[in-house]
């Protein structure tokens, strides 16, 4: 019962241009990243297996590679289509540990054919009482922004979105605008993404990751709404 319980912030909006509710055991428009790995900072490979509706829940775990292939098993999941301007949002809970992300975004890139385009809400498992908002125009990032919660996003599901329009983008979190960027927008349709992954080369921004496993962010669903 504690798990199917109304989370933090606004409900899924069963009527927006798509829903996905992960409660239900199972995804509709999302598909998982399997047998292959990004490089650097990610130290690891992606895995269909570290993905599961338990709980529910849609659960991606940080494992260590049973392969041997890579030093970690992350865990992404990804939509077959692409999305433009509208609002988006996740119901998550998010990983404690240092060295390692939780994260919720919209991706495009020169494997799609596109330019990079890309809109973020990372948590960073050294401070989960905060959240990194960030976003990349054509490969262009460094517009990082980080946002104090006032509450730890580990210890329980919370809402986190954001409304991407033409001249701006606003972050949102249990459905209260906390942030808007309107310098160099990205305009690239692209796909909506959730990923859990531990860092290298990194510690810096995500402080040492000291190898515990398993490690697992939850997510109840994700909803895009065109607007």
Known sequence: P????????????????????????????????DGWENGDPFDCGWYASQTAFRNGAL???????????????GAEY?????????YYETSMQAIKNNGVVSSFFTYTGESDGNPWDEIDIEILGKDTTKVQFNYYTNGQGKHEFMYDLGFDASQGFHTYGFDWQRD??????????????NQNIPQTPGKIMMNAWPGRGVDEWLAHYDGRTPLTARYQWVTYNKQ
């Open 78 to 86: 990804r939509t077959n289509d692409f999305y433009g301007f509208g």
């Open 2 to 33: 504690q798990n199917n319980a109304v989370p933090a912030g606004t409900e899924m909006n069963k009527n927006a241009t798509m829903s996905d509710d992960f409660r239900n055991g199972s995804s509709r428009h999302f598909i998982a990243s």
């Open 168 to 181: 701006h983008i606003t972050w949102y979190v249990d459905g209260k605008a906390v942030y808007t960027a």
């Open 59 to 73: 659960e991606l775990t940080i494992d260590r590679d049973k392969t041997g292939k890579y030093n970690y098993a």
